[in-house]
T-cell receptor, first 113, second 115 residues
Framework: GNSVTQMEGPVTLSEEAFLTINCTYT??????LFWYVQYPGEGLQLLLK?????DKGSNKGFEATYRKETTSFHLEKGSVQVSDSAVYFC????????????FGAGTTVTVRA | EPEVTQTPSHQVTQMGQEVILRCVPI?????FYWYRQILGQKVEFLVS????????KSEIFDDQFSVERPDGSNFTLKIRSTKLEDSAMYFC?????????????FGPGTRLLVL
């Protein structure tokens, strides 16, 4: 079946450090890929998405590129801030008539001043 | 910017009681969803709803669960007889399109505690 594997956390960084969160997927075909973020005490917010191979999603300084050859969608940010402290979820939706998002386990990121 | 809202934000109930979780999806969206996240675990899909009927449901969504769109704006999840293991954060989501082209927007969640 379709599944998402995320780098396990927690991840602790200093401000202005480089952040990478690895995400790989297993799916037959070409899913759409998403990163969602959950700030403390809040719900899930869409951070970025990519719907086809080689697409790059970007938002708030975060980027992720849909790599078909490695079935990956790693999240990166060049210089993190304390306000980026959150739980990050990689997710996929498979087919055009599929309804459910399949989520990774989530990676907790803490950025220290 | 339009957003999905959910009420209540927290609910505590006794085992065996019925609970109804409420959601107001984004107004021009056609597809509605419920997910849950048990503490420390993955976000799991429960059910999707379109055109006044369930379009897909997971094996978690058994006979104790039901969904309804009672009017043009609300979308509800009912748990008929709660169990301890129903304690979780429940997220409502909506999307304008389905599948790979549809981006699902989530509400802030309802934290349900069953005692």
């Amino acid at each position: 079946g379709n599944s998402v594997t995320q780098m396990e956390g927690p991840v602790t960084l200093s401000e202005e450090a480089f952040l990478t969160i690895n995400c790989t997927y297993t799916a037959t075909g070409y899913p759409s890929l998403f990163w969602y973020v959950q700030y403390p005490g809040e719900g899930l917010q869409l951070l970025l998405k990519a719907t086809k191979a080689d697409d790059k999603g970007s938002n708030k300084g975060f980027e992720a590129t849909y790599r078909k050859e490695t079935t990956s969608f790693h999240l990166e940010k060049g210089s993190v801030q304390v306000s980026d402290s959150a739980v990050y979820f990689c997710a996929l939706i498979f087919r055009s008539n599929d309804y459910k998002l399949s989520f990774g386990a989530g990676t907790t990121v803490t950025v220290r001043a | 910017e339009p957003e999905v809202t959910q009420t209540p934000s927290h609910q505590v109930t006794q085992m065996g009681q019925e609970v109804i979780l409420r959601c107001v999806p984004i107004s021009n969206h056609l597809y509605f969803y419920w997910y849950r996240q048990i503490l420390g675990q993955k976000v799991e899909f429960l059910v999707s709803f379109y055109n006044n009927e369930i379009s897909e449901k997971s094996e978690i969504f058994d006979d104790q669960f039901s969904v309804e769109r009672p009017d043009g704006s609300n979308f509800t999840l009912k748990i008929r007889s709660t169990k301890l293991e129903d304690s979780a954060m429940y997220f409502c989501a909506s999307s304008r399109l389905a599948g790979a082209q549809g981006t699902q927007y989530f509400g802030p969640g309802t934290r349900l505690l069953v005692l």
